[in-house]
Every structure is written in C-alpha cells, then in structure tokens.
C-alpha cells in the first residue's frame, strides 16, 4: 500500500509543479492576448477607449494591475473550476469548448493508431525475438525505413499514391462537410473513411520502433537463467514464449506505451496539418500562430494531464505486473 500511496503523492506534486510552470511561462512570453484582441478590433474599424481595454483585460484575465499571488490563486481556482479563459483566436469561444470540441477527433485518431501500432509491434517483436536469424528478421529493416522517412514525408506519398492516384480515400478533412456531425452511421463511415489515410501514416511511422525495442529484449531475456530452468524442466515452447520471456521482455514496452498515450492528447501536429484534420494538434498550431496564450495554456494543461495520468496508471499497474517494482521501493 505504501508504494502505491508514494506514487500518487509524487505525481500529486508532478500536477501541482506543471500548473505552476503552465501559470508563469506565458507571463513570461513577449506580447499581450488583449493588445492582440484589440489589433483585430482596431482592423475593423472599431474604436478602443481606455474602459474597453480594461473591459478586455478582465474578459480574457490579462489583468494584471493585481498581486502575482492574487491571480496565481485564482488561476489555481479557476483550472480546478474548468474555466481555462476565453481564446483570442476563435473569441468568444471559452477554450474549454474549444478543446472540447477538438479532443475527440485527436483521441480516435492518434489513440487508436497508437494502441494498433504498439500491440502490432510488440506482437511481431516478440515473435520476430522468438526466432532472432530467421526470414523474420527482414521485417526489420523495412519497418526501421518507414520510421527514419520523415514524417511528412511519408504523410504526402501516402496521400499522392492512395488518394491522387488511386483514388481510394479523401485527401484531407474529417469527415464529409455536406454531412451533419452526430452518432448516426453515414457520419461515422465518413469519418472513418477520412480517418484512415492519417491513421496509416501513423502507424507505419511508428510500428519500427515497438517491433524493433521488444525484438531486442526478446533477444536479451531468451539468454536470462530462468529461460534455460523453464526449457529443463520441460515446458512448451509456447508457455514459455507467454509465461517467461514475453512477460519479461515486454515491461520496457509498457513504459514506453504510457508515454505514447499520453502525448495523444497533443495530436500529431503534423499529420493533422498535412490532412487538415480537425484535432488538438491543429488548434494548437493555430494558437502559437495567433499568439492565443489562453488556447495554449489549456492546451498544454490537457498535455499535462493525460501524460502525468497515463504514467500514474501504467506505474501502478507495473507494481502488479512487476512485484519486483514493489519489494525494490
């Protein structure tokens, strides 16, 4: 119980140190959202007195004729209250709606080319690990190709072949604009069509990485004793396959799949800019390119939580995986 009760204290003071580090960088960074605000305001022929600055100023919580410690406390009650401010770049949008309505899109796309990625890739490691100097291990330098191309890269020779070419999926979008967005079929087959051009291109980026890390630990743990114990006392390849080696070689991998969940959140900017989906990535991209400070707060703050999150799981699920983790803390 102790090593449990540790780590949720740890990442208890990991969150309160990120919102901290969130409250202050951009209080640090040149330019003001209200001054931006009024630029736009100012380009449309509108005019801006001294009442409409404050007026401003208080809307989008840039006032800062306050105490440092006054608007770090009410930063800290306002994130906890859910309101992260209004985005200067969608005004008057709250961000969390902002967010809230890019998230989903972000989360099913990345998240579930994440997860196919890494069990496609630990299954074919492991396998690949199984049988090291086999035909097998061809499936390595073809997947290491794929992830040394560059990203982008490979993003517009997949969209060129498979929709400019071939035809076979839309080149860029969510889904089909003449549709109304709901839980119906005909929306969702659209967006799983528009989807799977990205999804592609993510998991062929990554796959390398999960086949080639857990193939190198396969390798490693088959020389462990207790490989050599299993194989004399007279167990199957199989079980020992499952029971031994893989549960073994595969911890470093679930590590590392705590990390790929929680930047999901954060999107593939990239791949998001190339196929003009919807996702955080690029409103967050919008947001750096408007100076919207508000928009990236929150959107750095949901980095945050899904990464101290995904780790927070994955660390107390490795303490019932690993009871080594336990007795060593």
């Known amino acids: 119980m102790s090593y449990f009760l540790r780590k949720i204290g740890f990442y208890a003071i990991a969150l309160w140190a990120a919102l901290t580090l969130n409250f202050a960088i951009p209080r640090m960074l040149p330019g003001n959202p209200v001054d931006i605000l009024l630029a736009k305001l100012q380009q449309r022929g509108g005019a801006v007195s001294p009442e409409t600055r404050k007026a401003y100023a208080l809307l989008l919580g840039g006032d800062d004729s306050r105490p440092l410690w006054t608007q770090y406390w009410d930063y800290l009650g306002n994130m906890f209250r859910g309101d992260l401010g209004v985005s200067v770049s969608y005004y008057p949008a709250p961000v969390s709606e902002v967010i809230s309505q890019s998230i989903p899109w972000t989360v099913v796309l990345v998240g579930l080319s994440t997860i196919i990625a890494a069990v496609l890739g630990v299954a074919l490691g492991a396998f690949v690990g199984w049988k090291p100097g086999t035909w097998l291990d061809s499936l390595i330098p073809a997947t290491t190709l794929l992830a040394a191309v560059p990203y982008f890269w490979l993003a517009l020779l997949l969209t060129y072949l498979l929709a400019r070419v071939l035809g076979w999926f839309p080149m860029q979008g969510g889904y089909d604009v003449v549709l109304t967005p709901g839980w ?31 193939r190198n630990m396969m390798v490693s743990t088959l020389s462990e004793d207790y490989i050599l114990t299993a194989e004399a006392k007279g167990l199957t390849p199989r079980k020992i396959l499952r029971s031994y080696a893989s549960r073994n070689a595969v911890l470093p991998s679930v590590a590392g799949f705590a990390l790929s969940l929680g930047f999901v959140v954060t999107g593939s900017v990239i791949t998001e800019q190339v196929f003009s989906y919807p996702g955080i990535g690029n409103r967050l991209l919008g947001a750096v390119q408007n100076n919207d400070y508000a928009l990236m707060q929150g959107v750095f703050l949901f980095i945050t939580l899904a990464v101290l999150g995904a780790n927070l799981v994955v660390d107390l699920l490795y303490g019932v995986i690993d009871p080594r983790t336990r007795a060593r803390n």
């Open 184 to 214: 119906n079929w005909e929306f969702i087959a659209s967006a799983i069509q528009y989807g799977f051009l990205p999804a592609l291109t993510i998991v062929l980026a990554s796959i390398g990485g999960w086949l080639l890390g857990m």
